[in-house]
């Protein structure tokens, strides 16, 4: 099954402040997906990412909070633009995953703002 | 969009006990998944069924996809299986996505 390597893994970070997160996966996929997930909540899915074109957003989710970048098959960043302490969650990517079945998620970058 | 209700919301077990928990969902699905996630936030693929049974030791997973639930058996609960429990559908129709469920807490006490 596909392996994707996420970093930071978690990060303290002042407000008013961005920060990138990267997501390396070790065989070629078409699409990337980002969620976030705030404290005690459940997953909610921020964009879908191809190589090539636009990230499209999910309702609530804007590009110039939340960029995107998709350079090619096996690579993805998500910023974090002007955070607040409303961002602090965890924030996954996800592939579809044809050898394990469905979708797999990256371990999480747990993001602090303070 | 599409519905999807977990229950019980939370489980306190003592080690030993078994536990089914429900995942209702309110549309056709071509994909369910449970995952374990678990205290460092990690999660853990358990099953993919978007119909029918499988099994992987403790661990069970029924889904009747024509009256939109599935069921998640856990048999003789370690402290281990401690963590939040999600389901989640991609939609028959519609764009590729997940959507969560809102999850189970389950606390299995030694």
């Given at each position: 099954?596909?392996v994707i390597?996420?970093k930071?893994?978690?990060d303290i970070?002042q407000?008013?402040?961005s920060l ?25 899915l ?8 636009e ?6 989710f804007?590009?110039d ?11 993805s960043?998500?910023?974090v633009s ?14 579809e ?8 998620f990256?371990?999480?970058?747990r993001?602090?703002?303070v | 969009?599409?519905?999807?209700e ?6 306190i077990?003592q080690?030993?006990?078994n536990s089914?928990?429900?995942?209702n969902?309110?549309d056709s ?8 996630q678990n ?8 099953f993919y ?6 099994q992987?030791g ?9 009256e ?6 856990i048999?003789?609960s ?7 429990y999600?389901?989640?559908v991609?939609?028959?129709q ?10 189970t807490?389950l606390?299995?006490?030694?």
């Open positions: 099954s596909a390597s996420q930071p893994s978690r970070c407000r008013g402040t990138t997160i990267q997501c390396q996966v070790d065989s070629q996929v078409t699409m990337m997906f980002w969620y976030r997930q705030q404290p005690g909540q459940s997953l909610t921020i964009a879908t990412a191809n190589q090539g074109s990230a499209t957003y999910e309702s609530g804007v590009i909070k939340f960029p995107i970048s998709r350079p090619n098959l096996t690579f960043t998500l910023t002007n955070m607040s302490p409303e961002d602090s969650s965890i924030y996954l990517c996800s592939v995953d044809w050898a394990a079945d469905g979708y797999t990256g371990s999480g970058t993001l602090t703002v | 969009g599409i519905q999807v977990q229950s019980p919301p939370d489980l077990l080690e030993g006990a089914t928990l429900r995942c969902f309110s699905v071509n994909n369910l998944q449970w995952f374990h205290p460092w936030g990690q999660l853990i693929n358990l069924i978007p119909s029918g049974t499988k992987n403790r661990l069970s997973a029924t889904t009747v996809a024509t939109r639930y599935s069921l998640l058996y048999s003789s370690q402290t281990t299986d401690s963590g939040v999600f389901c989640a991609e939609r028959a519609g764009a590729q996505k997940l959507v969560f469920g809102q999850g807490r606390t299995i006490n030694p």
